[in-house]
């Protein structure tokens, strides 16, 4: 009865490789986002998906490419992997609405680029 | 854009004794402050959240303050317990736009 899974939850992968993480909420939500926590624990935003539409887009590199099939999923693909971008993703999901916006994470993708 | 910062980056307490971050954020039109816990290889859960229209929110040992003047909030743990200890992050938001999150304090309970 996993609110928030991601698949998978280690990746390790050589520089130049490209990869996907996937990411399912099953609380019936209409938002989800993709989160990413650097080696000093510092959390940041990188997209937000509301009902497949993508709504929150930070200054992140065109390398990543986030899809959203159905309100239930939204995957994260990363082309072309630097050393860089090694860190913990996290996918979240949360109700679109002012007085409900409460964001569940799921147990975060520990991406390792050698 | 909205910028939070909290304090202190490492808490160390006694079992039994009261813990308290506190954060800070710039932008006055913020109105969403949740705080969340986070365990060594989990992902981050909320344990508390309090909004603009409200100056203190309490649930068992945990309770939140929010001076909207000032722009701060603060997270207070009471009777901590060794399970308390992860790492903690306070949050703020406008309405239903993105998260921007503190940079995390370390909370460390010795028995």
């Known amino acids: 009865d996993t609110a928030v899974s991601q698949t998978p939850k280690y990746l390790v992968t050589q520089m130049g490789n490209d990869k996907s993480i996937k990411c399912e909420q099953n609380?019936?939500?209409?938002?989800m986002y993709w989160y990413k926590q650097d080696s000093k624990k510092f959390l940041k935003i990188m997209f937000s998906?509301?009902?497949?539409?993508?709504?929150i887009n930070e200054t992140v590199p065109n390398r990543f490419s986030p899809k959203s099939p159905d309100k239930a999923h939204l995957n994260l693909h990363i082309n072309s992997l630097e050393l860089g971008d090694s860190a913990v993703y996290f996918c979240?999901?949360?109700?679109?609405?002012?007085?409900?916006?409460?964001?569940?994470f799921g147990p975060g993708t520990r991406l390792t680029v050698l | 854009g909205e910028n939070v910062e909290q304090h202190p980056s490492t808490l160390s307490v006694q079992e039994g004794d009261s813990a308290v971050i506190k954060c800070t954020y710039s932008?006055?039109?913020?109105?969403?402050f949740p705080w969340y816990k986070q365990e060594l290889g989990k992902g981050p859960q909320l344990i508390i959240d309090?909004?603009?229209?409200?100056g203190e929110k309490k649930d068992q040992r945990i309770a939140v303050t929010l001076n909207k003047t000032a722009k701060h909030f603060s997270l207070h743990i009471t009777e901590t317990q060794p399970e308390d200890s992860a790492v903690y992050f306070c949050?703020?938001?406008?309405?239903?736009?993105?998260?921007?999150f503190g940079t995390g304090t370390r909370l460390q309970v010795f028995p």
């Open positions: 979240a999901s949360s109700q679109f609405r002012e007085d409900d916006n409460e964001q569940f």
């Open positions: 609380l019936g939500h209409d938002t």
């Open positions: 998906y509301n009902n497949k539409e993508l709504i």
């Open positions: 932008d006055s039109a913020s109105n969403y």
């Open positions: 309090i909004r603009s229209n409200v």
């Open positions: 949050a703020a938001s406008i309405y239903t736009d993105k998260l921007i």
